[in-house]
């Protein structure tokens, strides 16, 4: 059975930071671009980044460009996700996802087969 955990979420200060983990066990991603997406109340769920099977590319949507890293460990069947100068506005679930091919180019919801259980990251003033 195909699994992906998330981990690291919280209750943070605006300008903290915080630090995603999420472990895939059943198979192995070391082949699958792997994202990030998040949703906040009442809002649809939305591309946060996402990285090539290899790491070799990378991509973040401009809102949380330069402020977050994206990275993988494929040795650990890891993907992670470093939020540094978190906003009020970062405040959601996050989800991590995994594709069935390689690439990491693709941004919408339905480009991603499997999904972990979300975390709550919430950043208050």
């Known amino acids: 059975q195909v699994q992906l955990v998330e981990s690291g979420g919280g209750l943070v200060q605006a300008g903290g930071s915080l630090r995603l983990s999420c472990a895939a066990s059943?198979?192995?991603?070391?082949?699958?671009?792997m994202g990030w997406f998040r949703q906040a109340p009442g809002k649809e769920r939305e591309f946060v980044a996402s990285?090539?099977?290899?790491?070799?590319?990378?991509y973040y949507a401009d809102s949380v460009k330069g402020r977050f890293t994206i990275s993988r460990d494929n040795a650990k069947n890891t993907v992670y996700v470093q939020m540094n100068s978190l906003k009020l506005e970062d405040t959601a679930v996050y989800y991590c996802?995994?594709?069935?091919?390689?690439?990491?180019?693709?941004?919408?919801?339905?480009?991603?087969?499997?999904w972990g259980q979300g975390t709550q990251v919430t950043v208050s003033s």
């Open positions: 996802a995994a594709r069935d091919g390689p690439s990491a180019y693709l941004r919408k919801y339905s480009d991603y087969r499997y």
């Open positions: 059943g198979r192995t991603f070391s082949s699958n671009a």
């Open positions: 990285i090539s099977w290899s790491g070799g590319s990378i």
